[in-house]
């Protein structure tokens, strides 16, 4: 049985740095014993896992936050290239209701999903999680976290595995709700658009994630998703800013790495999941 890893197929966060790919935009993989699943899956996804020897015909669901382009845009592709054109239906789709079905208010649509219904059929199970819910996939236990976030809708993930719990932001302002949702999670990955403004309500900047990581306390914090002065304000600069306020182990994302969560994980026993719950 493979050890786990967690994959960055891109690290890029605003609209300038994907559309000129200064960093990647393909999601994230996470493996574990023998599920791969695929979160977020931005522009230039099938890409990226060709190029980091990923096979997305193993990925078992893909999990997308919500309906914007550099977090949904390959869902149709990466769902094509799972299950070959429909040759091979299976996998779960867990994602937000925008994702899911659009966005309609009294009967309007004010926003159209990108997936499209011949990919939809494709799937053997297509789940739109709200937050606070949760759903299990084979022994992984799948919870969907709040957001505050253009796309009201928005959620994050939390990941509880046989070996390790790890948490994902999502896009989000700062709300004391993720202080409780990732609260002793074992690995944390914050998606950390602006270096010190937190003028922006809908994402986190380095203060913002500085204040997550004190509460909350991981044994390793990643910071990703990576605006344009966020760059220009060097990202190992801001990780090692981050550490040193923080004293948890912080790491900026790169376009490629891959991490082993079980070298981080609190407590290497069987954990129970509570399934459903």
Do not use: W
């Amino acid at each position: 049985m493979q050890q786990p890893k967690i994959v960055f197929l891109g690290t890029g966060g605003d609209s300038a740095v994907v559309g000129k790919q200064l960093k990647a935009s393909g999601g994230i993989i996470i493996q574990v014993d023998d599920s791969q699943f695929h979160l977020d899956p931005g522009p230039g996804a099938l890409v990226r896992a060709a190029e980091y020897g990923i096979n997305l015909r193993n990925n078992v669901a893909i999990l997308c936050s919500h309906n914007h382009l550099n977090h949904c845009n390959d869902i149709n592709a990466v769902i094509d290239a799972m299950s070959l054109r429909g040759l091979d239906i299976h996998g779960v789709l867990v994602a937000n209701k925008t994702v899911i079905n659009g966005n309609v208010v009294d009967g309007k649509e004010i926003e159209k999903s990108y997936l499209t219904e011949f990919h939809r059929k494709l799937m053997e199970r297509v789940i739109a999680l709200e937050a606070g819910k949760r759903v299990g996939i084979n022994n992984i236990e799948i919870k969907a976290t709040a957001t505050k976030h253009s796309d009201p809708d928005c959620i994050g993930f939390r990941l509880l595995t046989p070996n390790f719990n790890m948490g994902y932001t999502s896009d989000t302002g700062y709300t004391r709700s993720l202080l409780e949702d990732f609260k002793d999670v074992d690995l944390l990955i914050l998606n950390v658009q602006n270096p010190d403004d937190n003028s922006d309500e809908f994402h986190l900047c380095t203060h913002d994630a500085i204040k997550i990581i004190n509460e909350t306390k991981p044994k390793l914090a990643i910071v990703t998703h990576f605006g344009a002065k966020m760059v220009d304000a060097d990202v190992l600069t801001q990780a090692r800013f981050i550490q040193k306020e923080t004293n948890v182990q912080t790491i900026a994302a790169r376009d490629g790495m891959v991490i082993n969560p079980i070298s981080y994980s609190v407590n290497l026993r069987q954990k129970t999941l509570n399934l459903f719950k």
